[in-house]
Every structure is written in structure tokens, then in C-alpha cells.
């Protein structure tokens, strides 16, 4: 299916957080927490067309904004929900603790883990829809035992089904002054469907950038990938490919998943794509005018290149643990 995945070596680690909103998870399965509890946090790693377009193709980046209509908050940390029915919550830590984390638990029971970075409000994805959640951040204690500090229960209905998958948030974060939003209406000029948006997109993606094998090696816990130096480096692992083509896709108005889970053993990331009276795509590496196979950029990238192939296998073993 179509979704973008951690290539972390085959290991595990802590989904990461994005950059302020001022413009434009792995996790464990916690549940009752309650201000003042402890626990334990195991981390976890198109053809152009010759007539006019007939689809508007200037970028449209959504802008993620905590009002303060709806939040609670504390001394040390801040969860604003204003825009739960946009299908975001955004979240703060001003204490002084050096390693705190967020956990989003929603009606599908899957808990996402992710840190926050002590330098503003940041942006998390309510990936189950609607239905009830319960938001909590957590302090550090000593090595994997976590004092929650604030923690509260939503109940979202989403105005829009797709409002998770046009946002950007701390894992895909991007803004309207971004290279990457412009190469991508520079892509999308000529394209006069959503289909050939993609199509274009995803071969540029799978052309320009490079799998780094020793990033893949060395990338620490926690790492946020950056859409524009993706872009400006030509180089990444394959949570790099998927963020930078979900929020070239997303700045397009196509509503775009990047999921992580398993391919056979190895940890990855790939993503999922919406295309209006065709559905959900998943898993292309090819489309040869009318089907797509397996939509995993970091895949079709690695033409011609074994090792890689070896590890990703051919696509049967997809198994998707979190949607960002």
C-alpha cells in the first residue's frame, strides 16, 4: 500500500516532532492514565496534457493554529484541541524535565508515543477518526518510567474524514515558504488530474533522491525528518522519501497517509494516497498507465539495488502499524 516507512536499520524507535506552526509513534498501549501516574515507555525506534489543466494547481498548505477555545493546561504542559474536527490537536511542554513525551490513544486502541521538543506548540494527527482519545504528556523519571503531568479525554468528530491527511504535523511538516511545496506545484503545472499530480510527484521522488545506507545505520531515536533538506541533499532513508512526497502531495490537496509499519521483519515507512473516484492507492512502485504496484517510493528508488530490494522484500509483507 501506499505509505512511506522508517528505514531504520531494522531497529525500533520514537516517532519525532515537528517544527512551530507559526506560518501557514511508535508507542505502548497505555490507557487510565491519570495526573500524577507512572509508567513505563519501552521506545520504539503523469503525462503532462497538451489542453489546459483542469484542476487548480496552486499549492494550498493548511495552517495548523492552537485558539485556546478548547485546551487544558498546567503549569508545565499545554494540550489545545480547538481543531480536533480538523483532525489535529496541537500540544506544548514549558517545564523543565528534558525528555517528555505525548501519548495519543484513540477508538482503535492504538496508542502513538511521541516526544516533545520544549520549543513551542507542536502538531499531532488524530489518526483514528473519530471517536474518543486520551491525550497525555509525560515527564521522565529514570530510564524508561514516565510521571504523567497532564492528561485529558476528547471526543473528535471530524468535519472532513481526510483533515489528518491534508495537515501537516510533527513526522511531515511543511508550510507554504517550503522548496518543496514549490517544486511541487512546479510538477503539478501541467498535470490536469490528481492521477498525474501523483504520478509526477512519485517519479521525481523515486529519481532524485538517494537511499544513504549509513544513515540508515546511525539515525538516532526520535529523528524528524525535513522535507527540504531531503530535497537540497538528494539523499535520505525511507521515512525521508515518504515526508517529502506526503507533503508535496498534501500541498496539492491530496489527501496523503504516511504509514509505518513492517515489511517482513525491518521496520519501514511508505505511503498511502487518495485519489478522487479511484480511492485509496497503496503500495505503488510502478504505474504503467493503468495499474499501480506497490507505492513505496524508497522501493522504486532503489532500482538496480539489491541489498535494498533484499531488505524491503517485494511489497507482499506490508504490514501497517501507524498512520501519520
Known amino acids: 500500500m501506499p505509505c512511506l516507512l522508517f528505514l ?17 509513534q511508535t508507542g505502548d498501549r497505555e490507557t487510565g492514565a491519570a495526573d500524577g501516574d507512572i509508567l513505563s515507555i519501552d521506545e520504539e525506534p503523469t503525462p503532462s496534457s497538451d489542453s489546459a489543466p483542469r484542476r487548480d494547481n496552486t499549492p494550498h498548505c493548511l495552517v495548523p493554529a492552537a485558539d485556546g477555545t478548547a485546551e487544558v493546561h498546567n503549569e508545565l504542559a499545554s494540550i489545545d484541541y480547538s481543531h480536533s474536527q480538523d483532525g489535529y490537536i496541537m500540544a506544548r511542554y514549558t517545564g523543565s524535565c528534558p525528555k517528555v513525551k505525548m501519548q495519543i490513544t484513540g477508538a482503535d486502541a492504538v ?6 521538543q520544549g520549543d513551542g506548540f ?16 509525560l515527564e521522565n523519571l529514570i530510564e524508561t518510567d514516565y510521571l504523567v503531568c497532564l ?3 476528547i471526543q473528535v468528530n471530524l468535519a ?5 491527511c491534508l495537515y501537516p504535523n510533527q513526522y511531515c511538516w511543511f508550510d507554504a515558504s ?7 506545484a512546479e510538477l503539478a503545472k501541467e498535470a490536469d488530474s490528481d492521477l498525474a499530480v501523483v504520478e509526477n510527484i512519485y517519479n521525481f521522488i523515486i529519481t532524485s533522491i538517494t537511499y544513504d545506507y549509513d544513515k540508515a545505520r546511525s539515525v538516532p531515536s526520535g529523528y524528524i ?39 517482513g521483519e525491518a521496520y519501514h515507512a511508505w505511503i498511502s494516497t487518495y485519489i478522487t473516484d479511484v480511492g485509496w492507492v497503496n503500495g505503488i512502485v510502478e504505474f504503467d498507465g493503468k495499474n499501480w504496484k506497490l507505492m513505496d517510493p524508497t522501493y522504486a528508488a532503489s532500482n538496480g539495488e539489491k541489498e535494498l530490494k533484499k531488505f524491503i522484500g517485494d511489497g507482499s509483507g506490508y504490514l501497517v502499524k501507524y498512520i501519520y
Open 8 to 24: 531504520f536499520g531494522c531497529r525500533t524507535g520514537t516517532p519525532p516532532n515537528p517544527a512551530l506552526p507559526d506560518s501557514v
Open 111 to 116: 496508542t502513538y508515543t511521541y516526544d516533545l
Open 122 to 137: 507542536e502538531v499531532f494527527p488524530l489518526s483514528a477518526g473519530d471517536g474518543s482519545y486520551q491525550v497525555s504528556i
Open 151 to 153: 492528561t485529558t479525554n
Open 160 to 164: 472532513d474524514e481526510f483533515g489528518p
Open 178 to 184: 517550503d522548496d518543496a511545496v514549490a517544486k511541487a
Open 225 to 263: 525528518p525535513n522535507v527540504d533538506d531531503t530535497l537540497q541533499s538528494g539523499t535520505g532513508i525511507c521515512l525521508d522519501y515518504a515526508a517529502a512526497m506526503t507533503a508535496m502531495l498534501r500541498s496539492q490537496r491530496i489527501p496523503t497517509r504516511l504509514e509505518v509499519g513492517y515489511v
